[in-house]
């Protein structure tokens, strides 16, 4: 079993729907987590980042994690088309290894 | 947030070659990780870059296929030696922190490798 899981879709939603991506993962040392997203030939882009548990919010994005349950959610609201793209979560301990432990990705094609 | 450069964007290389990638920061930050995305895949961390000292390898990486250097804070190389078709990704260089951020992990633009 993986340490992080996350659904690889694609998914595909009309334009102005409300997103929800998710992961779960088994290890309970990680505190640190993150959603990353990816346009096609780019490197990795930084969106939410969030300590411990609880909801961080940015503009359309709002980032929740439950520790209890060990699941995260990045929720897209009112998305756009160039919100298309390649979403990973990502998560590491507060000590000892700080290297991110990947989700698989999620593809995301919003239609216009 | 830190500022990250790689160098090359990308190549094509022949088997058997060797390529090194160069990561440049814009600030000053104590870890520093590689990491390979294959084609259609997440991210799988090679290593983590230690300043002064030998780099640190993830299991199924080894110092000989993948020689890191990391000659002070804000620059570290990784090489990818006698290469094989298996080895075309895109290699991508990660801080913590850098630009006044603590926690938050950064990526450069990677290097698209691919060996033929």
């Known amino acids: 079993q993986k340490e992080v899981e996350q659904d690889p879709g694609p998914l595909s939603v009309p334009e102005g729907a409300i997103v929800s991506l998710n992961c779960t993962y088994s290890?309970?040392?990680?505190?640190?987590f993150m959603w990353y997203r990816q346009y096609s030939r780019k490197g990795p882009e930084l969106l939410m980042y969030?300590?411990?548990?609880g909801n961080k919010e940015d503009g359309r994005f709002t980032a929740q994690v439950d520790k209890s349950s060990k699941y995260i959610s990045l929720f897209i609201r009112d998305s756009q088309p160039s919100d298309s793209a390649t979403y990973l979560c990502?998560?590491?301990?507060?000590?000892?290894?700080?290297?991110?432990?990947f989700g698989s990705g999620t593809r995301l094609q919003v239609q216009p | 947030s830190a500022v990250i450069s790689q160098k090359p964007s990308r190549d094509i290389c022949q088997r058997g070659t060797s390529l090194t990638i160069q990561c440049q920061v814009d600030?000053?930050?104590?870890?520093m990780f590689w990491y390979r995305q294959q084609p259609g895949q997440s991210l799988t961390l090679i290593a983590t870059?230690?300043?002064?000292?030998?780099?640190?390898?993830e299991s199924g990486f080894v110092i000989d296929k993948f020689p890191i250097s990391r000659p002070n804070l804000t620059f570290s190389t990784l090489t990818v030696s006698n290469m094989s078709p298996e080895d075309s990704s895109i290699y991508l260089c990660?801080?913590?922190?850098?630009?006044?951020?603590?926690?938050?992990?950064?990526f450069g633009p990677g290097t698209r490798l691919t060996v033929t």
């Open positions: 990660s801080v913590v922190g850098g630009g006044g951020a603590r926690y938050e992990q950064y």
């Open positions: 290890n309970s040392a990680f505190q640190y």
């Open positions: 969030t300590y411990s548990s």
């Open positions: 990502a998560m590491s301990a507060r000590t000892g290894r700080r290297a991110l432990t």
């Open positions: 600030s000053q930050v104590t870890m």
């Open positions: 870059a230690n300043q002064g000292s030998e780099a640190t390898y």
